[in-house]
């Protein structure tokens, strides 16, 4: 019982200390933390400066990845598409940062370049200071859920290769109407289900078929079952496997022992 209670201090110790990075000075803090209403996972809303919080991997391999959770751009949904996917890139040996982009906005179409510099800005900064955390800055990452799937393809398809990562996955992804896969363009790992609802289907098989045009390589996965939303949470149906077929890919590519 000691010893369990032990641990539980040293992870909340851990967690307290996690480096919190400002990557807008010129804004005002602020931002809000709510659960539900229809479950309990905590979601971030009324964010006004975006920030990434460092998960340093305890076995460093010097790979990186930029998580962005979802939440439709209205807020972040902070552990199961965020939290506990940089813990479970830990375990690969790769830091995580989680992106928390800013949701306060006037318009959708603001709230996607508002949210969409945040993501180039936050790959630009994991590059430039990424000797900090031990990593090459070529082998950094990004991986969406959902709205953060959609922000992982903008960086993705940057004009500017310093704003793109060097590889990116997409797990039920929105996307643009029209994919412009630029030469230099990162390899892509897609995750679907096939009970997911229309749009997230047409828009991930619309990001595999842009890809595959433009002659970058990129794996999709589609599992017969798992609906929308399923993040890191074992829930009994097959979507369950896709870390480890992302894991899998990673390994195909280098990028982790």
């Known amino acids: 019982m000691r010893a369990a209670a032990l ?21 005002p803090r602020g931002e809000e933390e709510f659960i539900g209403p229809n479950d ?7 964010i006004t400066s975006p920030t990434m919080i460092v998960y340093p991997a305890a076995k460093p391999t010097g790979a990186g990845m930029i998580v962005v959770p979802g939440g439709g751009l209205n807020y ?43 993501a180039t800005l936050a790959v630009r900064l994991a590059k430039r200071r990424a000797a900090e955390w031990g990593l090459d800055p070529s082998r950094i990452g990004m991986l969406g859920f959902s709205s953060g799937g959609y922000l992982t393809i903008v960086a993705a398809t940057a004009a500017n290769p310093a704003s793109r990562p060097a590889f990116a996955a997409a797990i039920y992804p929105s996307a643009p109407d029209e994919v412009s896969v630029r030469s230099g ?17 047409d828009a991930t098989l619309r990001l595999y078929t842009a890809w595959h045009k433009a002659r970058v390589p990129a ?39």
């Open 76 to 118: 972040v949904t902070i552990d199961k598409e965020g939290t506990a996917a940089a813990e479970w890139l830990n375990t690969l040996g790769v830091t995580a940062f989680v992106l928390k982009h800013r949701v306060t906005f006037s318009t959708f179409d603001d709230g996607l370049k508002i949210a969409g510099e945040d």
């Open 219 to 257: 794996e999709l996965h589609i599992f017969w079952k798992g609906g929308h939303g399923f993040g890191m949470r074992k829930r009994g149906d097959p979507t369950d496997a896709w870390p480890e077929r992302m894991a899998d890919w990673l390994r195909s590519r280098n990028l982790i022992p």
């Open 185 to 201: 363009a990162p390899p892509l790992f897609l995750v679907l289900a096939h009970d997911d609802n229309a749009g997230m289907r």
């Open 40 to 46: 309990t996972e905590r979601r971030i809303r009324k």
């Open 7 to 27: 641990l539980l201090l040293a992870i909340a110790a851990a967690a307290a200390e996690r480096q919190v990075i400002p990557m807008r000075t010129d804004l």
